[in-house]
C-alpha cells in the first residue's frame, strides 16, 4: 500500500491510499494504527485536474515526486511562481480569469504570507495548521496575485514558507502573540494604500485540531525507511498528526509520508 495524498476532507484530515488499482481514504482521528514503513516512490503528477502515475515508478528520496513528474505537474509548476515570469504556460489563460485570496497565517508569533483560491480559504488556513488567519487582500489572475504576494513579503518581512519542524515547534501557539502579530502587519498594508487589499477578517483556527487532548510537547518523528509507527490519532493540526503512544506523544508531518509505502502489522486502522 502506498501513501498517495494528505488532504482535509470535511474538516477532518485523511490520507489517501492506492493499493493495485484501489484508491481510498485513510480516516486518522481516533483510530489506532500499527505500520511499517517502507521505501519511498514518485506518485506521478497532475495534468489539467488529471492524475497519471509516474511512467518509470522512480524512487525518491524527498518530496512526492521525481525530477521528471515534477516538470509535468501543473500544481507544483504554479506554487514555485513567484509572479516573474509564467512557468505553466498551459494554465496561463485560465489563470488570468482566477479569483484569489491573499492571507497571513500566524503560527504563534510568526506570520507568513499564502494566497488561495477564492473557494477555499478557510480549508487552506485549517490545511497550513495556522493558529489565526487574516484575510487581506482579493486579486484576480494567478500571476498578479503571486507577484503581490512576494510585495507583502519583503514589505512586512515575513516568510512564505514554513516547515514541518517549524510548526511542530510552535504547535500550542499563543492567541495572544498571534493576534497582535496579525492586527500589527495589517495596520502596515493599510499605511501602502494597495488597490487590491479588503477589509480584513481575522479568524481563529484553534478548535479544528483537537489539540485539547494532547498535554504536553510531543517527540518530532523523523520519517524514514523501516521506521514503525504504533499508537492512536489524537489530534492534527494542518499537516501535522499527532499520536499517543505508549511512550508518549509524537508528532509526523503527513506530508513526508506522501510516497511512501506502508504496511500494517495488525489488522484493523
Request: one cysteine or more.
Amino acid at each position: 500500500m502506498q501513501l498517495i495524498k494528505y488532504n482535509w476532507i470535511d474538516w477532518e484530515p485523511f490520507f489517501i491510499a492506492r493499493e493495485g488499482d484501489a484508491q481510498f481514504k485513510l480516516k486518522l482521528l481516533g483510530q489506532h494504527f500499527n505500520i511499517a514503513l517502507g521505501e519511498k516512490f514518485c506518485t506521478g503528477f497532475v495534468r489539467d485536474s488529471r492524475h497519471y502515475p509516474c511512467p518509470d515508478q522512480r524512487k525518491i528520496d524527498y518530496g512526492s515526486n521525481c525530477a521528471a513528474c515534477r516538470s509535468e505537474d501543473w500544481f507544483s509548476l504554479c506554487m514555485a511562481c513567484t509572479g516573474d515570469v509564467c512557468i505553466n504556460p498551459k494554465r496561463r489563460e485560465d489563470c488570468k480569469t482566477e479569483h484569489y485570496y491573499m492571507y497571513l497565517a500566524a503560527f504563534d508569533g510568526v506570520l507568513k504570507v499564502g494566497i488561495s483560491h477564492e473557494s477555499r480559504l478557510l480549508k487552506r488556513l485549517v490545511e497550513q495548521g495556522a493558529d489565526m488567519g487574516a484575510k487581506i487582500g482579493y486579486l484576480q489572475d494567478g500571476k498578479d496575485v503571486r507577484e503581490a504576494e512576494q510585495r507583502v513579503k519583503e514589505l512586512l518581512k515575513v516568510t512564505d514558507r514554513m516547515r514541518g519542524d517549524q510548526k511542530h515547534s510552535l504547535l500550542f501557539g499563543s492567541p495572544n502573540k498571534a493576534a497582535p502579530s496579525l492586527r500589527t502587519a495589517i495596520a502596515v498594508l493599510r499605511d501602502q494604500n494597495f488597490p487590491w487589499l479588503i477589509k480584513p477578517e481575522i479568524y481563529d483556527l484553534r478548535d479544528y485540531y483537537r489539540l485539547h487532548t494532547v498535554v504536553k510537547q510531543p517527540t518530532y518523528l523523523q520519517i524514514k525507511e523501516h521506521a514503525a509507527i504504533a499508537g492512536s490519532v489524537v489530534a492534527a493540526k494542518g499537516n501535522l498528526v499527532v499520536f499517543r503512544t505508549a511512550e508518549g506523544f509524537l508528532t509526523l508531518n503527513a506530508h513526508d509520508m506522501i510516497g511512501r509505502s506502508i504496511t500494517f502489522l495488525t489488522n484493523g486502522f
